[in-house]
T-cell receptor, first 115, second 114 residues
């Protein structure tokens, strides 16, 4: 069975702090895709990144970086020098290769960045 | 404005009412989805449509009835709902149902059943 676990329910930081959001996944597939989405107070989920299971290179996009480690089935997300606008709920998701595009989401981590 | 538009943004309905949620996408995508987001629970996939054909019904009660008249529009018809159906209902689309695509989400409809 496929499962995504985001153990951190809520995180509170002060602006300019670095913060890491954890994501651990379970799958028996050898080919799969991992995603991160951001849900601001407005409600829509905003796509941040997609990573396939064969690409373990870490990725950096501005203040955002992602650390994918197959050995520990983790796909962690780090925000460097956090800002108030980063306050949102962040979801990690898993999708299998083949079949219908069915994303399995974690429960989400609510990040509050205080000035 | 996102490529996926949902209306209404907020809806309050009684348990005996009938209402519909609307989703529209202008991205040229062929697959559309309904998700339910309840407090303290993970996002739950409800329905998947591919080229107007329902390809998945994730054990959703019959009081939720989806309709996809064309690849740009998706409806969720609601009738005789229960208070526990109160949630944020999110519509999403993707180019097709291939799993390497992420979704584009709408802003959701916040539904309250009284």
């Amino acid at each position: 069975a496929q499962k995504v676990t985001q153990a951190q329910t809520e995180i509170s930081v002060v602006e300019k702090e670095d913060v890491t959001l954890d994501c651990v996944y379970e799958t028996r597939d050898t080919t799969y895709y991992l995603f991160w989405y951001k849900q601001p107070p407005s409600g829509e989920l905003v796509f941040l990144i997609r990573r396939n299971s064969f690409d373990e290179q870490n990725e950096i996009s501005g203040r955002y970086s992602w650390n994918f480690q197959k050995s520990t089935s983790s796909f962690n997300f780090t925000i460097t020098a956090s800002q108030v606008v980063d306050s949102a709920v962040y979801f990690c998701a898993l999708s299998r290769s083949g079949g219908y595009n069915k994303l399995i989401f974690g429960a989400g981590t609510r990040l509050a960045v205080h000035p | 404005e996102t490529g996926v538009t949902q209306t209404p943004r907020h809806l309050v309905m009684g348990m005996t009412n009938k209402k519909s949620l609307k989703c529209e996408q202008h991205l040229g995508h062929n697959a559309m989805y309904w998700y339910k987001q309840s407090a303290k629970k993970p996002l739950e996939l409800m329905f998947v449509y591919s080229l107007e054909e329902r390809v998945e019904n994730n054990s959703v009660p019959s009081r939720f009835s989806p309709e996809c008249p064309n690849s740009s529009h998706l409806f969720l018809h609601l009738h005789t709902l229960q208070p526990e159906d109160s949630a944020l209902y999110l519509c999403a689309s993707s180019p097709d149902t291939g799993t390497h695509y992420g979704y584009t989400f709408g802003s959701g409809t916040r539904l309250t059943v009284v």
